[in-house]
């Protein structure tokens, strides 16, 4: 496949430098444009001629110089976002020119790319789409511009750090979202080994952001697999256009309250450098660092994996009040026994006889009254004293039926809270730069690396510390107006991370085995019972007396916590080892111009792409000990628009078809329609569907969880592996109905189930939408929108229980030492109907205010039994805004507060199942500008009321952030 890229790269390339050049005499053009009311120099100004592609950008200073063949006279395009269109005359060679644009902004203007990968007035999007531009980043009192995707309309986002944020539209949101396509200057942004974005720890700097577009629900036609609930695309700044030197210096403080964590403060850098070196080359260079204390996940509540779930169910109590206790973010509490099969270990370890257990047990029964000091004497005096001696006496006296203090009770090792165990320091720094080549005035080459790393925290089935997580994009491009070619490279490297509850239940074991421990809670417990303590008073008494110097406090640094953090799962350890990688390469050629379609009011496109994931975690992660595993992915669409009726109707279509490595190729078509109701307001139809491959977590995971539970992909192969046709598993229904008859006291074999697996194959959807956007009075933007959704095929997964023996027992299924539980990627039966509505206004108001609102609503219908579907979504939510870009003396002040609301949800994950309280918060900053050198001082805070919240079951709350921040150059 690389041969193949080469190739690719290498005809295009050919292609592209074999044009004649004839010297010719050249005309100089020059000048400066400045803001017509406030005499400030505009940057990244287009200046071009009048009917040709010749012209260049204004720099930082408004300044603007190209060379052209073409003679004088003739007309220069003087243009940029937000002021009118001037047109100005060159009469002679070397002619400076002088501009004055004025302010002119208009609502719906904005150009959008992502719907039809064409662009495209955001006015005429034949489906729905949000945009967020530079001035929108600059004005807005979020902490960076991907947190901004929180107040779009249709948006939910699930936060698992503080820099870990992951996007979600229309249902099915998680802490890493695979229905979600993140593209970041055209190349799709996953982590190969964890198939999602992980928020924007790699991508680009704040400062180099040039817009951001969002597409709500189904985009696979035109975006691949992966497109179910939406697609991002975030857009650089090209260094021809926008040039000089830029820095932003950010400085906050959060955990005000000190309630999770010692106030802490918060620190963002950033860095852009671009130049223009001539005609022909451009570079730019960029840099970001962020600092913080995250937010803490607390959760305390007591959870069991037994019952209510698949993925288990909150249940009452506490450490104090249940032996049992396990906390949701408390970590090696998953540690369970019960003490009386520990016991049995005990008396089997001591070769004690059934005829002596018997003797013993006679004794107790004939003195009912006798205590443990009795019994001890009782034991020595039948010459088995060496049983008091080794302390398995208490066991004894406990354990046997004549007291039966044990009861068949569970007990719980001692967990740590996730404050002990992971580092609380989140970290992000980002590098990027590339280098820029005109080829012709119609092409451009470049080169482009992206550099993310730094530390964060991941809830998945359990919670991950990313701990010196490194990922790495290398990208060359050939661009064109109507078509581009690019192959790119992502290199993924988890460095330290580890799964938090499998080290800390490691440690647990390292520091005092379960051997050890158990034995001495169990002797603990029984000789406070006879002293006449209560059960409660007696289980917390042998917690203290088993525990008796285990370390406390933050254990992160704890030389043993770190040798095993620092130890691959595959060896024993929690380190999981992922150096994963992707390449691929697409290709894009809009043939309107080419083939003079424009003339029949026809758009025609063609794409391909061909992508490789290398999986590499040396079995950690996925199953791939003996080398790593490769899967390919071919990729090709096209797409027909038709404009009838003087522009009255658009008609498009286009269609998509992938083929993986291990599934069916899928077709996926698109139709929509666009009807011009009048100037400005557009009524918009659309059908689309979308599918996505099982995740390579999906097919290959290989993984055994904080509860013991082995993580298994879906391909058979891996149920080959585990012998599941010749040892089979049983549902874990039928097991709890089995093991409910041996409570009964009848046990009944027959209740057993086997668990039965069909194709595993892609999930697909198909989607209807109708909407409307309209600009009123050109003051009052109107967009609404609803859909339906219908889901088949849909990925989940199946908890099925096998026998760790090689001869089967029916009894190996109820006990803990003797089974283990798969949760293995399935296709779940049946298929699951959505549909949701969203609408949005936004209003200029006079003296530069503006008013924006959204209210979107999602559901699900009703779900076939015992169907999981991590909808994980509120019913209803709200973003309100109240905005002015510019009042007080000369403009220069400025304001932003933003409202968001959402109700209660039920929300499903592997990691856990509850409900998630309603929310709400208010953003707001203020800002002034120096004008003389394009600088901007913002005053602000998220959630500045400080109302901690969470947005998913076993994340963190988030709380207060306030910061005072200043760019230079920046405008």
């Known amino acids: 496949m690389r041969r193949f890229y080469s190739k690719c790269l290498s005809v295009a390339l050919a292609s592209a430098i074999t044009i004649p050049v004839m010297a010719q005499q050249t005309t100089t053009v020059s000048g400066s444009v400045k803001n017509a009311s406030s005499k400030e120099a505009l940057s990244a100004v287009s200046v071009t001629i009048k009917g040709g592609t010749v012209g260049t950008f204004t720099d930082d200073k408004g300044n603007f110089r190209f060379t052209t063949v073409q003679k004088p006279p003739f007309t220069l395009v003087i243009s940029s976002v937000g002021y009118a269109s ?16 004025t302010p002119s902004f208009t609502l719906g203007d904005e150009v959008v790319v992502a719907a039809s990968r064409v662009p495209e007035r955001i006015l005429e999007s034949p489906v729905s789409i949000e945009r967020i531009s530079a001035a929108a980043i600059r004005n807005t009192p979020q902490l960076n511009y991907y947190d901004m995707l929180t107040n779009l309309k249709g948006v939910d986002v699930v936060t698992a750090s503080l820099t870990f944020r992951s996007v979600g539209t229309r249902g099915f949101n998680s802490s890493g979202n695979t229905r979600l396509n993140q593209i970041v200057d055209g190349m799709d ?46 857009n650089s700044k090209n260094p021809f256009k926008y040039q000089g030197l830029s820095f932003q210096i950010k400085q906050g403080v959060n955990h005000i309250d000190s309630k999770q964590r010692p106030t802490a403060p918060f620190y963002d850098w950033s860095l852009r450098w671009a130049k223009k070196i001539n005609e022909k080359w451009a570079f730019k260079i960029n840099a970001q660092f962020i600092q913080a204390q995250d937010w803490l996940a607390n959760q305390d509540d007591n959870y069991t994996r037994i019952g209510g779930t698949p993925n288990g169910t909150k249940i009452p109590g506490n450490r104090f009040v249940d032996p049992n206790y396990d906390g949701v973010n408390v970590y090696g509490d998953e540690t369970t026994q019960n003490m009386n099969s520990i016991a049995s270990q005990v008396f089997a370890a001591a070769g004690l006889s059934a005829g002596q257990l018997n003797a013993f047990n006679g004794f107790l029964a004939a003195n009912p009254t006798a205590r443990l000091s009795q019994f001890n004497t009782f034991l020595n005096g039948i010459g088995a004293g060496a049983l008091v001696t080794a302390n398995v006496s208490p066991i004894l006296f406990g354990a046997l039926p004549a007291r039966n203090f044990l009861q068949n009770t569970s ?74 070619a690019r192959y790119y490279s992502t290199h993924e490297n988890a460095g330290s991370s580890f799964n938090a509850t499998i080290t800390t239940r490691l ?119 003996a080398g790593s595993i490769k899967i390919n992915e071919f990729g090709a669409y096209t797409q027909i628009s038709q404009r009838l009726f003087n522009d009255v109707l658009k008609l498009t279509v286009s269609g998509r078809y992938d083929k993986n490595t291990n599934f069916q190729g899928r077709f996926t078509p698109r139709a929509s329609a666009v009807v011009k109701l009048a100037k400005d307001h557009n009524l918009r139809f659309s ?69 039965t697996f069909g194709e595993f194959k892609p999930e697909s959807m198909r989607s209807f939408e109708v909407g409307y956007k309209g600009l009123v009075a050109q003051k009052l933007l109107i967009d609404v929108y609803a859909y339906w959704g219908r889901y088949k095929d849909f990925l989940s997964g199946v908890t099925a229980i096998q026998s760790r023996n090689a001869t089967f027992n029916p009894a190996d299924l109820l006990n803990a030492n003797t089974r283990i539980a798969y949760s293995i990627s399935v296709n779940a039966p049946g298929e699951v109907n959505t549909s949701g509505w969203g609408a949005s206004v936004e209003y200029l108001l006079p003296n530069n205010f503006s008013f924006t609102g959204n209210l979107y609503h999602d559901r699900i219908g009703t779900l076939p039994p015992g169907f999981v579907s991590y909808f994980n979504t509120p019913k209803y939510r709200t973003n309100l805004s109240l905005n002015n870009s510019g009042f007080g003396k000369d403009k220069r002040y400025g304001f932003s507060v933003v409202y968001r609301w959402q109700n209660s949800f039920f929300y499903e994950g592997t990691f856990g199942v509850g409900m998630v309280p309603w929310m709400r918060t208010v953003d707001a900053m203020v800002s ?27 994340n963190p709350q988030i709380g207060g952030l306030y910061y005072i921040s200043y760019g230079w150059n920046v405008f």
């Open 928 to 954: 002034y500008k120096l004008p003389a050198t394009k600088s901007m001082i913002k005053i602000g805070g998220t959630n500045i009321f400080n109302r901690y919240y969470r947005t998913g079951w076993g």
């Open 411 to 484: 007990v719980s090792r001692t967990g740590y809270y996730e404050k002990d165990v992971i580092d609380p320091t989140t970290v992000n720094m980002k590098l990027t730069g590339g280098i820029h080549y005109k080829l012709t005035d119609k092409i451009e080459a470049s080169f482009n690396a992206y550099f993310g790393t730094g530390n964060s925290v991941y809830t998945g089935s359990d919670r991950y510390s990313l701990k010196d997580l490194r990922i790495a994009q290398f990208k060359y491009e050939l661009k064109h107006k109507n078509w581009y």
């Open 189 to 234: 942004n996953q982590a190969p080994g964890l198939n999602f974005a992980v928020g924007s720890v790699l991508g680009l700097s704040e400062l180099d952001v040039e817009n951001m577009e969002l597409l709500p629900g189904a985009s696979s036609a035109l975006y691949g697999p992966g497109g179910m609930n939406g697609t991002v695309l975030i």
């Open 507 to 625: 440690f647990n074991e390292a520091w005092k085995s379960s051997s050890a421990w158990y034995p001495q809670y169990i002797a603990a417990f029984v000789t406070a019972r006879d002293a006449g303590a209560n059960n409660i008073i007696a289980h917390n008494a042998a917690r203290n007396f088993a525990d008796v110097g285990r370390p406390t406090g933050y254990i992160g640094n704890n030389p043993l916590f770190q040798s095993v953090a620092r130890r691959p799962i595959s060896q024993g350890g929690g380190l999981f080892l992922d150096r994963s990688r992707l390449k691929m390469f697409d290709g894009q050629y809009n043939l309107t111009e080419d083939l003079g379609l424009g003339k029949t009011n026809t758009d025609w496109l063609i794409g391909i792409s061909a992508k490789q994931y290398v999986l590499n975690s040396e079995g950690t992660l996925f199953a791939d000990t």
């Open 86 to 101: 001037k047109e100005v005359a060159v009469k002679g060679s070397n002619e400076v020119v002088t501009v004055d644009l």
């Open 687 to 755: 059908y689309q569907t979308a599918y996505r491959f099982p995740t390579t977590q999906n097919q290959w995971i290989n993984l055994t969880i904080g509860g013991g539970t082995r993580l298994l992909g879906g391909l058979p192969q891996l149920r080959n592996f585990y012998k599941f046709s010749t040892n089979p598993v049983f549902t874990l229904q039928s097991v709890q109905a089995f093991g409910g008859s041996v409570l009964a006291g009848s046990p009944n074999p027959a209740l057993l189930q086997q668990q």
